[in-house]
């Protein structure tokens, strides 16, 4: 168990539709990193939050978007969802901003399927 | 062009045998990380090793090395003596330090399959 928790597991919804996935670090860890992991882009950063403020964005589409809570817990919004949103999606989170050996971990993801 | 590459998208090998994993990779930084991670078929991610572009020794954790050839720009996972369990799909990542982005990014994986 690393410690990350993404919930739900599973999430099935229509196009169009909008949800939302979340994920609580690592006690004490300050970083979240959400990744997509699909069988033809493989594992795609999305979004980095540290401390509460955004760090670096990635291939993050506009109709997707992110927070970062005061307790550290973070949220990824997809909307006007589309077949192709349909992958596993990683919260991970780390100690501090991304420090050189600074390792990730992961959450066990939210399988989405879009229908 | 690809930071991370991954030229094996499948491998064998058999049970108590050794195995090596390949990975290169491309940057200009003088200082980066390599991680490899291991992705069973239940789908987590799991943290195996990290090589720190300024260690001079190769990485070891268990049954896991890294063969760090800096040069060469490749940081091959060698795992020693397989099992079963070691089934998976395993990812090659680097972390770019002076870069503005903190992220692992990530190769294309290589699924290894142990024959008993």
């Known amino acids: 168990d690393s410690g990350v928790t993404q919930t739900p597991k599973h999430l099935i919804t229509a196009t169009g539709q909008r949800v939302t996935l979340r994920c609580s670090p690592r006690s004490g860890d300050l970083s979240v990193y959400w990744y997509q992991q699909s069988l033809d882009q493989g594992l795609q950063f999305l979004i980095h939050y540290y401390n509460g403020e955004e760090r670096a964005k990635g291939n993050i589409l506009e109709r997707f978007s992110a927070q970062q809570f005061p307790d550290l817990h973070s949220e990824l919004n997809l909307s006007s969802l589309e077949l192709g949103d349909s992958a596993l999606y990683f919260c991970?989170?780390?100690?501090?901003?991304?420090?050189?050996?600074?390792?990730?971990?992961f959450g066990s993801g939210t399988q989405l399927s879009v229908l | 062009a690809q930071k991370i590459t991954q030229t094996q998208p499948g491998m064998f090998v058999q049970e108590k045998e050794a195995v090596t994993l390949d990975c290169t990779y491309d940057t200009s930084d003088q200082s980066y990380g390599l991680f490899w991670y291991k992705q069973p078929s239940s789908g987590e991610m799991i943290f195996l090793i990290y090589q720190g572009s300024y260690d001079e020794q190769n990485a070891t954790e268990g049954r896991y090395s890294l063969n760090f050839q800096k040069a060469r720009k490749s940081a091959n996972l060698v795992i020693s003596a397989s099992q079963l369990g070691d089934s998976a799909m395993y990812f090659c990542a680097m972390r770019e330090s002076f870069s503005s982005a903190r992220q692992l990014t990530f190769g294309s994986g290589t699924q290894l399959t142990v024959l008993p």
């Open positions: 991970a989170s780390s100690t501090r901003g991304g420090e050189e050996g600074e390792k990730l971990f």
